[in-house]
């Protein structure tokens, strides 16, 4: 077993969080995709500039920068469940997502068997938000393999409101990306939907980066 696997549950979430590490690690390292935006949500649900469309086309560009591999699934984000904005970060899960976890677990167990996979990246949900939360719930729950299991800060480091994370079960590793820190610019800025919604300017977004050149996950004591 040789590959990296990176759970992302939505657009950008591993390129804003882990395009550092990756960019050092680009001929095994595999993302999947697990909670799209889809053509409806965006229809329907939310007013919103950025279309679905649009969204596809950035997280394809990342892919193309960094010649990866993204596999796309089809679950349904929170919205799409019926969840309101107001509960976004609300843990206790319905029957709905509890069945749902059991879905992701089996899905990544199976991915973990056909892609080869060595060393598995969980998003830490240290926001609690739900869809990422739900990708933690089922890692955590994961038997029976041999791949190494680490957490990565999904709310980035460079975001002017990142939290520390504390965590006495976990290890934190601190990986250095300053070599490849504007590989790491380049594929945030291709996230422009994002760029305009935390940050003033691309201008202010890359020198926060280049302020914090490198990236965190955590593992098992």
């Known amino acids: 077993?040789?590959?990296?696997?990176?759970?992302?549950?939505?657009?950008?979430?591993?390129?804003?969080?882990c395009s550092g590490f990756i960019a050092q690690n680009k001929e095994d390292s595999i993302i999947v995709t697990l909670f799209p935006p889809r053509s409806k949500f965006?229809?329907?649900?939310?007013?919103?500039?950025?279309?679905?469309?649009?969204?596809?086309?950035?997280?394809?560009?990342?892919e193309r920068l960094f010649n990866i591999k993204i596999i796309y699934r089809k679950y349904k984000s929170a919205f799409l469940r019926g969840r309101k904005i107001e509960n976004l970060f609300d843990k206790k899960l319905n029957s709905i997502e509890e069945k749902l976890v059991e879905e992701l677990r089996t899905d990544i167990a199976k991915l973990i068997i056909e892609e080869d996979i060595s060393e598995l990246y969980c998003p830490f949900a240290q926001r609690n938000q739900i869809d990422h939360l739900l990708v933690k719930k089922a890692v955590t729950g994961l038997t029976a393999t041999d791949v190494e299991i680490y957490y990565y800060e999904d709310f980035p480091n460079f975001h002017p409101e990142s939290t520390l994370i504390k965590?006495?079960?976990?290890?934190?590793?601190?990986?250095?990306?300053?070599?490849?820190?504007?590989?790491?610019i380049k594929a945030v800025l291709l996230y422009k939907s994002l760029v305009s919604a935390y940050f003033k300017s691309e201008k202010t977004l890359a020198d926060s980066i280049r302020r914090t050149p490198y990236e965190t996950c955590w593992q098992e004591k």
């Not at 990176?6 to 969080?17: K, M, N, Q, T």
């Not at 950025?50 to 560009?61: A, D, G, N, P, V």
């Not at 965590?167 to 790491?184: F, N, Q, R, T, V």
């Open 42 to 62: 965006y229809r329907f649900r939310m007013k919103i500039v950025r279309k679905y469309r649009k969204k596809l086309q950035e997280e394809e560009s990342f």
């Open 1 to 17: 077993m040789s590959n990296k696997l990176f759970l992302e549950p939505h657009y950008g979430d591993i390129a804003w969080s």
């Open 167 to 184: 965590e006495s079960s976990l290890k934190p590793i601190k990986i250095d990306i300053s070599a490849c820190i504007e590989e790491k």
